[in-house]
């Protein structure tokens, strides 16, 4: 029987950075229901949004793993 490891995902993300994730997606959820965004556009704006709520609700984005990149404050 194979034993599996579960890697937890260490945040990756600052205040600021979920703030202006989370707001992005508001603007974008706003200009589709009022009408501004339509079509392939929306499509595309929409699922950007989602996993942008999705990454700054969970404090971690994947893209920043391979990069280093961690805009968390050290401490």
């Not at 079509?39 to 929409?46: P, R």
Request: charged share 15%.
């Amino acid at each position: 029987m194979r034993k599996f490891e579960v890697k937890k995902m260490k945040a990756n993300m600052g205040g600021a950075d979920r703030i202006i994730r989370v707001l992005a997606a508001f603007v974008v959820g706003g200009l589709y229901f009022a009408g501004q965004i339509s079509g392939i556009v929306a499509v595309v704006l929409g699922i950007v949004a989602v996993i942008f709520l999705a990454t700054s609700f969970i404090s971690f984005c994947p893209l920043y793993k391979p990069f280093g990149i961690s805009t968390r404050a050290k401490g």
